[in-house]
């Protein structure tokens, strides 16, 4: 089940730190004009061989982790640069929530403002968590957003803390434009008080 207010499903563990954007979605899969077709290039060159056939022995491409909603990642997940299509292969690959240690700050306010579940918990509980679910029998997580807790098949719980921001766009089912039409009130009347103060900086129209 997965709402406004939890993330549940089989996850996969991915213990590499430093696991760069390049990484999650190669240069090749960048060319399109929209956000379409780009679960095909997630992790590809992790998950296939040159010629785009499978890597059998790749977690991803094995029973149940093919099925993975959750990815638990080593620290600083999502370095290196600032591409919004690692956030969206994700979300196209059927990944709606990654936990780890750390994670590349670009990565992570771009994962804020598609409304994609980032959560920072301490090495140790990481590597607890990647022990048990590295037995596909006990891969199953909850992350509750809105107890702010991760449970384990095993009945661990870890808490964790979120970004006021994050928390209220998540749980609201907000995405930074959504975010944004909220604050309309405010917007206007800040635009209201800066003409008024500042006549000169409103572009007039041609008569």
């Known amino acids: 089940m997965n709402d406004f207010t939890r993330v549940e499903g089989v996850a996969l563990p991915l213990p590499i730190a430093n696991l760069d954007t390049d990484q999650i979605m190669p240069k090749q899969f960048l060319f399109g004009i929209d956000k379409s077709g780009l679960a095909k290039g997630l992790l590809y060159d992790l998950r ?4 785009g056939t499978p890597q059998r022995d790749f977690i991803m491409n094995t029973e149940p982790y093919n099925h ?14 600032s ?61 509750d957003v809105q107890a702010q807790q991760v449970h ?6 870890f808490p964790f803390d979120m970004d006021a921001r994050q928390r209220h766009m998540y749980l609201n089912g907000l ?31 041609p008569a």
């Open 68 to 81: 993975a909603r959750i990815l638990v990642g080593g620290p600083n997940f999502g370095c290196g640069s």
């Open 175 to 205: 995405d930074v434009i959504g975010a944004s039409v909220g604050m309309l009130p405010e917007i206007k009347a800040f635009e209201q008080a800066h003409f008024a103060a500042n006549p000169w900086a409103r572009v007039m129209s």
């Open 83 to 143: 591409r919004e299509h690692a956030v969206w292969g994700l979300q196209q690959g059927g990944i709606a929530a990654v936990l780890a240690p750390s994670f590349g700050e670009i990565f992570y306010y771009n994962s804020i403002n598609n409304r994609f579940l980032t959560v920072m918990l301490a090495q140790d509980q990481i590597d607890q968590i990647m022990a048990e679910i590295a037995t596909p029998a006990s891969s199953h997580l909850i992350i």
């Open 152 to 157: 384990t098949a095993s009945g661990k719980s």
């Open 48 to 51: 296939c061989h040159p010629d």
